[in-house]
């Protein structure tokens, strides 16, 4: 998966789950079934993110300053 793809759905994911409020919970059990019952696909998941992760934070900070320079302006 690249960033540009990981972004897209994330930002799909993250419309449904803010719908729930146990969305925490949700991740946290997937996070630990998915280390605990495959954990070389757990790590291979975690290398891949690894892999993209600066881009995926470099393009919050991006969106980050757009939103702070647009409340700014009012």
């Known amino acids: 998966m690249?960033?540009?793809?990981?972004l897209?759905?994330?930002?799909?994911?993250?419309?449904?789950?803010?719908?729930d409020q146990?969305?925490?919970?949700?991740?946290?059990f997937m996070t630990v079934w998915l280390k605990s019952r495959m954990p070389s696909l757990y790590k291979e998941l975690e290398t891949n993110f690894r892999r993209i992760e600066p881009h995926v934070?470099?393009?919050?900070?991006?969106?980050?300053?757009?939103?702070?320079?647009a409340s700014q302006a009012f």
């Open 8 to 19: 897209d759905l994330s930002n799909e994911l993250n419309t449904q789950l803010c719908q």
């Open 57 to 69: 934070y470099a393009h919050q900070a991006c969106l980050d300053h757009h939103t702070d320079r």
């Open 22 to 28: 146990h969305q925490f919970e949700l991740y946290s």
């Open 2 to 6: 690249d960033t540009q793809e990981f």
